[in-house]
């Protein structure tokens, strides 16, 4: 399991009780994470800073366990983390995701020790940074390809329709 994927996940901070509840953090965010307040609306022009990653770090997934009545809960703060839309907006699951809701499921049921036996090595593959030109060739790379190929093969096929419709406008063509 390298990272899992919250987008739209809340923090979860522990709170102090005199019950014998044990609070472990299980996921929590990256170094480049922030909040904002809702509505939010999606600006792709926004010139990021970092500022703007004003919440790093914030505990996003926690296992709440209480040794005497042998009791635990798994809380995730993203609630749509393993569900996959229909139809055009049907995108494919992650398999980190996956992956952790089976083994937290997994461990919660698990009464012989088995899940101990996993391996526990975690990376983050983040992003490297790139500079604003590079950023900016991509931007418009990634949407004027597709339009230029599309009126390519427009082309071609506007052409080689014309070649067949002259043919068949000469004499003897059949």
């Not at 083994?103 to 919660?108: G, K, Q, R």
């Not at 983050?124 to 004027?144: G, H, Q, R």
Request: proline share 5%.
């Amino acid at each position: 399991m390298n990272a899992i994927l919250l987008p739209f996940a809340s923090s979860i901070q522990q709170v102090k009780t005199n019950s014998t509840y044990i609070f472990t953090p299980l996921a929590t965010t990256s170094s480049i994470s922030g909040r904002q307040q809702a509505p939010v609306f999606f600006n792709l022009q926004k010139q990021w800073t970092r500022n703007d990653f004003n919440q790093p770090h914030s505990i996003v997934a926690a296992l709440l366990t209480n040794d005497d009545n042998n009791s635990a809960i798994v809380t995730i703060t993203d609630a749509d983390f393993l569900i996959n839309d229909i139809g055009i907006y049907a995108h494919p699951l992650r398999t980190d995701n996956i992956n952790f809701a089976v083994n937290s499921i997994e461990w919660l049921g698990d009464n012989s020790g088995l899940i101990k036996l996993r391996n526990k090595f975690t990376t983050f593959a983040s992003l490297e940074p790139i500079d604003d030109y590079t950023k900016s060739f991509l931007k418009y790379f990634n949407f004027l390809l597709p339009l230029l190929i599309t009126l390519i093969a427009a082309a071609i096929r506007f052409h080689t329709k014309r070649i067949k419709r002259i043919n068949r406008s000469r004499p003897g063509y059949i």
